[in-house]
């Protein structure tokens, strides 16, 4: 099993949580592509978001380079949004990934998106199969995984919304 096997599950596990959030509540997505005058309705919201949530299902299910490698390509156009949101300028409150939680644009978004994005890469460069292949050919190691990538999603979760909060909240304070 490839040492990226842990973190490549996170990042794909995200991947499906954020895409199944934009699914049900499409709302503040549309808001935010339409504040950077992008095309914007609820159905085409739906539509990427249902693809989102496949990618991330079959990069974990399925596996192999092009479905990594188109992970990380997300992951990147997701970085490419946000830079352009902070560029512009515009007052986007959120981009609706986790949910309708205040999370303004920040660089840390961009650095976090690069970061899963090079995961996703590494997955592409040494993986060429299911992830949960051979997962849990020893419990003890499988169970250990499923567990260490599940903390990792709450982490990166929390580093999404909780970071440019926290960055907000001192610009305030030194204003």
């Not at 005058?37 to 399925?62: N, T």
């Not at 690069?114 to 849990?136: K, M, Q, Y």
Request: glycine letters at 10%; one cysteine or more.
């Amino acid at each position: 099993m490839p040492a990226v096997t842990g973190p490549a599950l996170a990042v794909a596990a995200l991947l499906v949580l954020a895409g199944a959030q934009k699914l049900l509540d499409p709302t503040m997505t549309v808001g935010a592509l339409r504040a950077l005058r992008l095309p914007a309705s609820p159905l085409l919201v739906r539509a990427g978001s249902a693809a989102e949530l496949v990618l991330g299902a079959a990069a974990i299910a399925v596996g192999g380079p092009v479905l990594w490698a188109l992970v990380a390509a997300s992951y990147l156009a997701f970085a490419a949004f946000v830079a352009a949101a902070l560029r512009s300028g515009t007052p986007i409150g959120t981009c609706g990934c986790f949910g309708r939680e205040e999370t303004p644009p920040h660089p840390s978004h961009v650095a976090l998106n690069v970061a899963v994005a090079v995961v996703a890469v590494a997955a592409a460069a040494t993986t060429s199969g299911p992830l949960v292949d051979g997962l849990f050919d020893d419990v003890g190691t499988g169970v250990a995984l499923v567990v260490s990538a599940t903390v990792t999603v709450g982490l990166l979760y929390a580093a999404f919304v909780e970071l440019p909060r926290a960055a907000a909240a001192a610009h305030q304070q030194r204003l």
